[in-house]
């Protein structure tokens, strides 16, 4: 009995926290012309940044490039969108336009738009592999900031069994890896991880 009512109990709580994170993101949600919805889901638009967005079910927030241009015009348009590695794109919302990707970012943490950062593969070297110096310089990056690396097959990554990694320094200059929000996890040396990082996408 004590279960049951505890379990109904969760459930309200995540009920109310889902309401108000939906509220929360209403604020930002602003009516898009036909040529921009167009834009954002014809998949001709370059993804500067993406990550998990708040409204779940697999959903991303993504910074694009402003297919206008000239003086007066933003850089960047803003947008939660359905996952562009399933499928045709669908834009869910439209959060206008920015100055640049540093701007829409912040806008985004602030308006709770999205679960964290993470940084695209294209922002990142892995036409070479990875050595020591560049697990640290990224786990330095992602201990201060929490940015970490999407994973996509380009560049001189042949595997993608996972989504995304996130490096962070540890005790004794060890690096932690973790893949997936913790669905795999690995710790060593730099030199290791970078080892296990060129093993597990296939980067020779």
Known sequence: MKNKILEKALQLTESKRTARILDER???????????????????????MSTDSTLGSGSQFVIVNNFRSGAGQDKVLMATISDPDKGRIKMFSFHGTHVN???????????KLVTGWIHNVESVELDESWTADSVIKNAEIGSKK?????????GGVTKTPFKHMLMTMQKHNNV????????????????SVALHINQTLGIK
């Open 101 to 111: 990707v540093k701007g829409a970012m912040k806008f985004a943490k602030n308006n």
């Open 146 to 154: 929490g940015y970490g690396i999407n994973i996509k097959k380009t």
């Open 176 to 191: 932690r890896v973790t893949f997936d929000h913790g669905k795999d996890v690995f710790e060593g040396t730099p030199q």
């Open 26 to 48: 209403n604020k930002t949600d602003i009516p898009a012309d036909k040529e921009t919805k167009d834009w954002i889901q014809s998949g001709r638009a370059k993804i500067l």
